[in-house]
T-cell receptor, first 114, second 115 residues
């Protein structure tokens, strides 16, 4: 069975600083990988996804993530944080065959300080 | 235009009651899902339907019964509500095409509070 671990339930950065949210996965075969963002009292919005094309994936709002098979990681980064980036971020995996069920990590709350 | 909509947004009810949450998508998708987000923000799949056919049925109590009258709607009915059912329930949909390119779009969620 696949699983996702997000290191750090809370991350705080200053506006303009680098954002790094960590995600490690466990799966018998490399899965598809996703990052979703949840703003307060809203649903989840897809930021980006990895489906075995380029290992560096660019998403919306200036975010990107790099798939590293050797480290079983898919960390999310943004060079310069903006106040509007404050939200809950979820990493998720899906097996390449069979069930189309996303398995989510426990989430990381990003705070951006002025 | 709301792609995936859910009603109601908030639902407060007493233990033992029966309630329904409705979900509609106007994306023309074939596959719909229900996820549950607990108080610790942990999200887990509950059900998935493809063209009105049940595809995924996780280890969910049989008090929960999804119903798909057509492929644009997937409702969730919950019987004999318990305190532990309090959560945010998210509906999602996807085109159901090749899995590599399939993307799930989420609704705004329904916050269920059982008193």
């Amino acid at each position: 069975a696949q699983s996702v671990t997000q290191l750090g339930s809370h991350v705080s950065v200053s506006e303009g600083a680098l954002v790094l949210l960590r995600c490690n996965y466990s799966s018998s075969v490399p899965p598809y990988l996703f990052w979703y963002v949840q703003y307060p009292n809203q649903g989840l919005q897809l930021l980006l996804k990895y489906t075995s094309a380029a290992t560096l994936v660019k998403g919306i709002n200036g975010f990107e993530a790099e798939f590293k098979k050797s480290e079983t990681s898919f960390h999310l980064t943004k060079p310069s944080a903006h106040m509007s980036d404050a939200a809950e971020y979820f990493c998720a995996v899906m097996l390449r065959t069979g069930r189309r069920a996303l398995t989510f990590g426990s989430g990381t709350r990003l705070q951006v300080q002025p | 235009d709301t792609a995936v909509s859910q009603t109601p947004k908030y639902l407060v009810t007493q233990m033992g009651n029966d309630k329904s949450i409705k979900c509609e998508q106007n994306l023309g998708h074939d596959t719909m899902y229900w996820y549950k987000q607990d108080s610790k923000k942990f999200l887990k799949i509950m059900f998935s339907y493809n063209n009105k056919e049940l595809i995924i049925n996780e280890t969910v109590p049989n008090r929960f019964s999804p119903k798909s009258p057509d492929k644009a709607h997937l409702n969730l009915h919950i019987n004999s509500l318990e305190l532990g059912d309090s959560a945010v329930y998210f509906c999602a949909s996807s085109a159901g095409t090749e899995i590599r390119t399939d993307t799930q779009y989420f609704g705004p969620g329904t916050r269920l509070t059982v008193l």
